[in-house]
């Protein structure tokens, strides 16, 4: 499984690199905030959304901690489409100068 720091993912936003980003979590969890742009599909909903993914695509997959977004990475690469799990989640996130709660 590809896996990626949450530091490593806030370079890659601090760059201005295009990313899909998205967010596995329950409604109540997103509602605290989100990394902006992200995407919020909850991870039981991932299957009705597979076929939204593009395959020419990679998205990095984010939750609490990193182990609902790595079944979810795990789940994806399946299906053929480029997933790269956040390690740490959104737990690791801190500020690190980026905005994160209320968005």
């Known amino acids: 499984m590809k896996e990626?720091?949450?530091d490593?993912?806030?370079e890659k936003i601090l760059s201005n690199e295009p990313l899909h980003?998205?967010?596995v979590?329950?409604?109540d969890e997103v509602a605290l905030g989100m990394i902006p742009n992200a995407?919020?599909?909850p991870m039981q909903e991932i299957p009705q959304h597979v076929n939204d993914f593009d395959k020419d695509k990679t998205y990095y997959?984010?939750?609490a901690a990193g182990?609902?977004?790595a079944r979810v990475v795990d789940?994806?690469?399946d299906q053929e489409i480029d997933a790269v799990n956040v390690d740490g989640g959104m737990n690791a996130w801190g500020d690190g100068g980026l905005t994160y709660g209320g968005i």
């Open 25 to 27: 979590r329950e409604n």
């Open 8 to 10: 490593q993912l806030k």
């Open 61 to 63: 997959i984010v939750c």
């Open 67 to 69: 182990a609902r977004s």
């Open 21 to 23: 980003i998205v967010d």
């Open 4 to 6: 990626i720091s949450m």
């Open 39 to 41: 995407t919020h599909i």
């Open 75 to 77: 789940y994806l690469t």
